[in-house]
C-alpha cells in the first residue's frame, strides 16, 4: 500500500530510536507541558540524535537538539 511505500522511504533517511527506563526518569525532571515530547527528548539526547523532526516545535522550546519542521527538513 502507499503508507507502507511512504515508511519505507522516511526510514531510508531516518532512524527510530529505543525509550529506555532512564529516558522516562529523565523526562520527569524536564517537567515540559508534554510528557512524551520530554520522553521524545529525552531519548534523542541519550542516542545523540542531531535533529528532532516536528510539528511542534514550540514545545521544544528549551531544547538543545535542533528542532525542524518536516517541510524543512524535506527541503534538506
Known sequence: STSYRIM???LKITSIIPVAETDILTAMTLKWNDFEDC????????NGIDCIITNNIK?????????MLPADFCKG
Not at 520522553?39 to 541519550?46: I, K, T
Not at 514545545?59 to 528542532?67: A, L, Q, R, W
Request: charged residues 30%; without cysteine.
Open 39 to 46: 520522553v521524545q527528548y529525552a531519548a534523542a539526547r541519550r
Open 59 to 67: 514545545d521544544f522550546k528549551n531544547s538543545i537538539i535542533p528542532i
Open 8 to 10: 519505507e522511504k522516511i
